[in-house]
Structure formats: C-alpha cells, structure tokens
C-alpha cells in the first residue's frame, strides 16, 4: 500500500525531473495528478463539469510550474491550485443560477396595481409573451427558463451579446405595455 508521503515524494520527484527538462516525467506527472483531481472533483460538483474544472486545474498547473519550490511537498501546492479553480467554478456556477432567479422588487415595478388581485395570471402572461415575435420569444425563453446569459445566447442564436441584449429589452418593454392595459 502506497503511503500519502510516499506519494507526494514521487509525485515530487516527477515534477522536479519535468521542471528539469525531462517531458516524459512531467506528463506522468500531470496524468497521475488527474487522477487525484478527478476523485476530488466528483465528491464536490456536478459529474458533468468535472472534465471542464479538471482541465482549469492542470492548466493552472501547467501555467504555475514555475513558482513550485522543490524543495517543499507538492501535493499542498497542486491541492492549493485546486481548491482556487474550484472556487471559480463554483462562484460562475452560483452566479448563473442566481442570474435566473427574479428580484421580487423588480417583479412589482413590473406588475400592474395590486398584484394579489387576479387578472388572468400565467395565462396573461403567457398570452402577451406568445405574441411577440418568435425570435424574442425564443431569447425570453433561454434566458429565463434555460439560465443562460446573454452571451450564451447570443451564440446559440447567431447574434451578439448586445443584440440579445436589446431584443429582450424591446420584448420586456413590450410585455409590460400589454400587462399595463
């Protein structure tokens, strides 16, 4: 059985013989730290995404080689780099989901009157989201019940950022002037 020492003094002398020059040690290296990398990320997130990070953490550490001291372990320095790209991932991922969830104050300004009152609800809505265009009804859609950002849908749909932008503005004008009569 393989010790946690014994592993990081290997792991070690291979990222010091790739630091050295040596390609093949350095792609060993890599190959067995994306091993460690992989069980740790699918304790932690989504099996879909853990490809995406893991690739983030080798790149990190690719890019980093350079600031590792030799003469200190390396499994603290490689968990380091991991739990920092791990915590983007899931600072964009959070921040993705909150971008799809609806301010309630911002739900007021855009109700009419007294929004206890019943007035048709999903149905008034559906009915004045149905006609807009097809286009706009599409991006309303993947914005908001999809998740995705602007930009993301920008490029599902061919059009930049800032025209998806400006078509769900026109479409979120338009929505309100129909629920305002």
Same mark, same amino acid.
């Given at each position: 059985m393989v010790t946690h020492e014994?592993?990081?003094?290997h792991l070690t002398q291979l990222m010091q013989a790739g630091l050295a020059g040596d390609r093949a040690a350095y792609s060993h290296f890599l190959h067995e730290i994306s091993h460690d990398m992989r069980r740790f990320l699918r304790r932690r997130i989504a099996a879909a995404d853990v490809d995406d990070v893991l690739q983030e953490i080798l790149?990190? @550490? +690719?890019?980093?080689? +350079?600031?590792?001291?030799?003469?200190?372990? !390396?499994? &603290?320095? /490689?968990?380091? !780099? *991991?739990?920092?790209?791990l915590t983007d991932y899931l600072r964009r991922h959070y921040a993705k989901a909150a971008h799809g969830q609806v301010? !309630?104050?911002? $739900?007021?300004?855009? $109700?009419?009157?007294? /929004?206890?009152?019943?007035t048709?609800?999903? %149905?008034? $809505?559906?009915?004045? @989201? %149905?006609? $807009? &265009?097809?286009?706009?009804q599409k991006i309303l859609y993947l914005m908001h019940t999809e998740g995705?950002?602007?930009?993301?849908v920008g490029h599902r749909l061919g059009m930049n950022e800032s025209a998806v932008k400006v078509a769900a503005h026109? *479409?979120?004008k338009v929505i309100r002037t129909r629920l305002g009569k």
């Open positions: 014994d592993k990081n003094q790149l990190s @550490i +690719h890019k980093a080689r +350079h600031t590792y001291d030799g003469k200190r372990p !390396i499994l &603290p320095w /490689v968990s380091a !780099i *991991a739990r920092f790209r301010d !309630i104050d911002e $739900l007021q300004e855009t $109700l009419p009157g007294d /929004v206890t009152e019943s048709g609800g999903y %149905e008034y $809505l559906n009915e004045a @989201i %149905e006609k $807009l &265009p097809q286009r706009q995705y950002t602007a930009k993301e026109r *479409a979120y």
